[in-house]
């Protein structure tokens, strides 16, 4: 049981956990940040410095994994898109993880934490999160992921899927579940659950079944969580 910050295998992080047999992806995926010129730490963005941004192909797989866990894509006004990345302070070592990658699309200098009272319960609770600058390459992930800005699973998620992807999709929105894997995909319809599920079998021929999760009060619905079957975990393993 250890770290992906530390490259290290057979990982398995905390509420972000993921195992990680493969030594070399991982650490091809640390090792091939993009950090390049384009890398501004203060103030506005002229509009060629937001052109000149783009996203190369490791990125757009963690793009794609994280969109369908706890990414938000925002696009305020029809402007350009930004990425914004929030998680509770228990995960804080794998929000720093990601802006490792993303930090040179960001100018922000760390991510910062954030207290907030939830009056429900009148607890206390702290997240760290970090955002990017707003670019015309995220546009295209706005697009594909969110219908009158609620986010939704393009159809063609079978073809966007990689096993980079699916590591980061476990680990941003995953957790170990007795002898398989639980995927929280409560937000999405049923219909979408479905073909992610399908996805799944279809592309990395993970077997899976889609458990229903009762409303805790009659003001709210039915929602579906993807759990990766006992016969798949070997599968699954490998491939993230």
């Known amino acids: 049981m250890t770290i992906i910050n530390n490259k290290m295998s057979n990982s398995f992080y905390c509420n972000k956990l993921i195992y990680c047999n493969n030594v070399s992806t991982i650490s091809h995926i640390l090792d091939s940040r993009v950090l390049s010129s384009k890398y501004y730490s203060t103030g506005r963005l002229t509009k060629t410095q937001k052109d000149s941004y783009s996203i190369p192909e490791n990125l757009n797989e963690i793009i794609i994994g994280l969109s369908l866990g706890d990414l938000y894509i925002q696009n305020f006004r029809n402007t350009n898109a930004r990425l914004m990345f929030k998680q509770g302070i228990v995960h804080q070592e794998y929000i720093y993880h990601l802006f ?39 546009n295209y992930y706005h697009e594909l992921f969110y219908v009158d800005s609620v986010k939704r699973i393009p159809l063609n998620i079978e073809d966007l899927l990689s096993p980079q992807a699916l590591a980061y999709w476990a680990m941003d929105d995953g957790f170990k579940l007795s002898s398989g894997f639980s995927l929280c995909t409560q937000s999405f319809f049923k219909e979408e659950v479905e073909l992610l599920s399908k996805a799944l079998k279809d592309k ?25 079957r006992t016969n798949s975990m070997n599968n699954f393993k490998s491939l993230v």
């Open 100 to 138: 490792n990658l993303f930090s040179s699309y960001s100018n922000m200098k760390e991510p910062k934490q954030y207290a907030y009272l939830d009056k429900r319960n009148n607890k206390v609770f702290t997240s760290v999160a970090f955002n990017t600058y707003s670019l015309p390459c995220f």
């Open 204 to 228: 990395f021929d993970i077997n899976t079944t889609i458990q229903i999760i009762k409303p805790k009060t009659i003001r709210n619905k039915e929602s579906y969580m993807i759990y990766i």
